[in-house]
């Protein structure tokens, strides 16, 4: 549990939730921690096949879904395990999250099932709080960010994680729309700080 581990979960390179990460990750330097940005895009992950393999039984860790170690779900889910505290910077697409995201979110079933039957591996896992900066396009939209949210929500309990309520950013569209927005900026790092201070 020695450093935080952010999600940039954008398909688009060099955006606003790209920045969005790297702000974040700059908070928690600021509060004498360690962070690690890591770009959803660059990992190769599989749709669950929803083929019950991870309910059957007790298997466990990467054994648990019959993908096992055909693509690199595990090594994002490992980084779960792990960090001290866990940060999304996400666009929303379609009023969601996006496809890449969500598909990995999906292969999240196997710890579900984990954590229904009480396996110690799951259900041992230290508390934590996760945290998330949401950026859309769109200035108007009241439940824009509310799919995301809940989504974001359930996931992270499967790793013994409560979500914070996230920072959302309306009207960022353009790939630098959110850069020099010092405002929004700030309020991003600080969040990164919050993450840093207030995790055990
Ligand atoms: C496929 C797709 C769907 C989108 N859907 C929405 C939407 O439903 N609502 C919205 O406000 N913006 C939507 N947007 C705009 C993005 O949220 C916006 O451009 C955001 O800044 C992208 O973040 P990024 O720069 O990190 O890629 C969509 C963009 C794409 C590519």
Redesign the pocket.
């Known amino acids: 549990m020695s450093q935080a581990v952010v999600f940039a979960c954008?398909?688009?390179r060099g955006?606003?939730?790209?920045l969005a990460a790297e702000l974040l990750a700059q908070g928690v330097r600021r509060a004498g921690g360690e962070a690690e940005v890591v770009h959803l895009r660059n990992f190769q992950v599989m749709p669950c096949l929803a083929c019950g393999y991870c309910d059957a039984d007790v298997r466990q860790g990467v054994d648990r879904c019959v993908l096992g170690r055909q693509d690199q779900a595990f090594d994002l889910f490992a980084r779960c395990f792990e960090a001290r505290t866990v940060l999304f910077a996400s666009?929303?697409?379609?009023?969601h999250l996006p496809s890449r995201l969500k598909t990995w979110i999906d292969r999240g079933q196997q710890f579900w099932t984990a954590r229904r039957d009480n396996e110690p591996w799951v259900a041992d896992l230290p508390a934590r709080t996760a945290r998330a900066v949401l950026?859309?396009?769109?200035p108007s939209?009241e439940k824009?960010f509310e799919g995301a949210r809940l989504t974001l929500k359930y996931f992270v309990r499967n790793f013994n994680m409560e979500l914070a309520e996230p920072l959302t950013i309306?009207g960022?569209?353009?790939?630098t729309?959110l850069d020099g927005r010092a405002d929004l900026e700030a309020s991003v790092i600080e969040l990164g700080e919050t993450a840093w201070n207030s995790a055990g």
């Open positions: 954008s398909h688009r955006g606003n939730s790209d666009p929303i697409y379609f009023y950026v859309a396009g769109q939209g824009l309306r960022v569209d353009q790939r729309d």
